[in-house]
């Protein structure tokens, strides 16, 4: 049984406090509104051809893997920042869930990218060639950041907190309901990464931006839904796009 103290306090913004699965969610709710209803909905039919997909199973798997870039966070090394006010003190309630934590040796995108494979392997969601092509997705929503790779046999080190990561997962996939895929039904593996990616990274800095950081924990989709619709229009991206007759394949041909 998941250890419910760590389940309540897994969280994902210290500044003021954000739980982990309310980003998460929000994420999976921005990237939807992206491709449906935003400058950049001219991409969904481009990318479920890439991906070999409907496009209502493009949001669907969109929704997922944007719910699944911070998974890295539910684990001690992120979770047990001690320079954190509010880690403080649950440490001090709960001082048998303390760990040792090395400085700089974890990043929580790359912890992400081993945890999702090693729960996609055990679900059979993707394949093994599409297991990396997508937790490269998740690993790369942040760049240029420095810190130690993750062991990954280090993720399942911690049995308290797999079974958090599994029901995270589970609450996420649940929700979204990704299709099952296999590599060789993508169409053009480069076009639909990289547009993956670079939705991924936009999707994370709306997400985290301030009109959202009064959400401490999950809102109503309509309400959230009308918060990122009005955050788009601010920052000009609500733009309905001019179809061009460009291929996007070109950049890859």
Not at 53 to 66: C, H, N, V, W
Not at 99 to 110: A, C, G, K
Not at 140 to 148: F, N, P, T, V
Request: aromatic share 10%; proline share 5%; net charge negative.
């Amino acid at each position: 049984m998941v250890n419910s103290e760590l389940d309540r306090f897994v969280w994902s913004k210290s500044e003021p406090r954000k739980s982990l699965e309310c980003h998460l969610y929000e994420a999976a709710i921005v990237i939807k509104i992206l491709l449906t209803n935003s400058v950049f909905s001219n991409l969904l039919p481009d990318l479920a051809e890439w991906l070999g997909l409907s496009e209502e199973d493009t949001i669907r798997l969109a929704q997922y893997l944007a719910g699944m870039h911070d998974e890295g966070k539910a684990f001690p090394y992120f979770a047990f920042n001690k320079l954190v006010g509010f880690v403080q003190v649950f440490l001090e309630k709960h001082p048998e869930l303390s760990v040792w934590i090395p400085e700089n040796t974890y990043r929580h995108e790359r912890g992400s990218a081993e945890i999702v494979k090693r729960i996609w392997k055990r679900e059979g969601l993707f394949d093994t060639d599409l297991r990396i092509c997508f937790s490269q997705i998740l690993q790369l929503h942040h760049q240029g950041k420095k810190g130690g790779y993750v062991v990954p046999a280090l993720t399942s080190a911690y049995p308290d907190w797999v079974q958090v990561q599994d029901t995270i997962e589970k609450r996420i996939r649940d929700r979204f309901t990704p299709p099952v895929m296999c590599f060789d039904q993508l169409k053009h593996v480069d076009a639909a990464c990289t547009t993956m990616t670079a939705l991924l990274i936009l999707t994370d800095w709306i997400a985290s931006s301030s009109p959202f950081a009064g959400n401490a924990e999950p809102i109503p989709e309509d309400a959230l839904t009308e918060q990122i619709r009005a955050f788009l229009q601010k920052i000009g991206l609500d733009k309905c796009p001019s179809v061009t007759g460009e291929s996007m394949t070109d950049f890859w041909s």
